[in-house]
Structure formats: C-alpha cells, structure tokens
C-alpha cells in the first residue's frame, strides 16, 4: 500500500543534503555511532597512524658498498694464494661423469656402486647428472673424453642395465683410467 499523500498546508521539512538523504541507517550503524571506544574516551583525536620507514640515505649505501668491495677484494688474494694450489690439483684430476636416469630406483643404486668405488682412487673426481639427464639413459665417459659405457633409449624393466655386473664394469673402467 502507498504512504498517505502530504496535505499542502502541512509544513515541508527542511531539504537534506543529498549525501545524508541517500545514506541508509541500520542498527549497526547506529549501535556504531553510540559506542565509546578507548580514543574517544582518553581525549585522543581517533586512530593513530603509524610512521613511514625511511629509507637508508644514499650515500650510505654507497659507504656500505665500497667496504663490502674492499672485503671482498682481501679475501680474493687469500684466496687466490690457496686456490692456486687447488688448480694445479684440478689440472692433475680426471673428472669421470655418470648420466643416469631418475625414472628407476636401479639407475641410482648402479650409479652410487660406481661413484664408491671409482671416489677412493686418487686423482678421480666423480659427478652424477652435471645436467638434466637423457630418459632411459645409463652413462659412464670421462668429462671431454672416451665412453666407458653407455646403454641409451632403454624401455623398462631396463634389461640390458639389470644384466651388467657392475664389478666388472667398474674394474674395466679402472684400468683404462690408469
């Protein structure tokens, strides 16, 4: 049903700014505006805002970059002293690469029993997947050299690598090493 019509002789109300006309009022607005909250009771102006960090100075910056160049430059001459020593070991090392699988359990178990026994021999540096590895592949070469072994593209259950005895692969490897 509509609201009763206004007779002419009744006085109008004052207009309202549209911005308070619009606004609808519910009970938590007025429940909001009726509650005491601690600012308002302590004599404080509302919320407090907080402080902006500052950032470091610039020229601060560029301090704390000339001492960390200066140490690193100290510690480049240590080094260099103990790592020419490292590098004429390197030179002298041979550095054997085995690519393996990651697909199958038995991949990792052969490659670990040739890591172990090639590892005790001196002068021989072993790596296992330097990069990713090729799908179904078992690979033992020397890093720039000859191949030992390679067994590529097997499909599961990856007879021809269950078949190796290892030993043996590990003994040939030996002795074209030394």
Do not use: W, Y
Request: charged residues 40%; contains cysteine; hydrophobic residues 30%.
């Amino acid at each position: 049903m509509a609201p009763k019509k206004r007779k002419a002789d009744e006085e109008a109300e004052p207009a309202k700014s549209p911005a308070e006309s619009t606004r609808m009022v519910t009970r938590a607005s007025e429940a909001a505006a009726r509650r005491q909250t601690r600012s308002s009771t302590q004599g404080g102006h509302g919320k407090r805002v907080k402080p902006v960090p500052r950032k470091p100075a610039v020229a601060a910056r560029k301090k704390s970059k000339k001492k960390e160049e200066a140490e690193s430059e100290q510690g480049e001459e240590a080094k260099s002293e103990e790592g020419d020593e490292a590098e004429a070991e390197e030179a002298n090392m041979k550095t054997i690469v085995i690519e393996r699988c990651t697909q199958c359990n038995s991949f990792k178990t052969r490659a670990d029993q040739v890591r172990a026994s090639l590892e005790g021999l001196p002068g021989i540096r072993v790596t296992i997947n330097p990069v990713k590895p090729r799908r179904g592949c078992f690979e033992i070469r020397e890093e720039g050299g000859e191949t030992f072994i390679s067994l590529l593209d097997m499909k599961r259950p990856f007879k021809p690598l269950k078949d190796l005895n290892m030993q043996e692969v590990i003994d040939n490897i030996i002795q074209k090493i030394q």
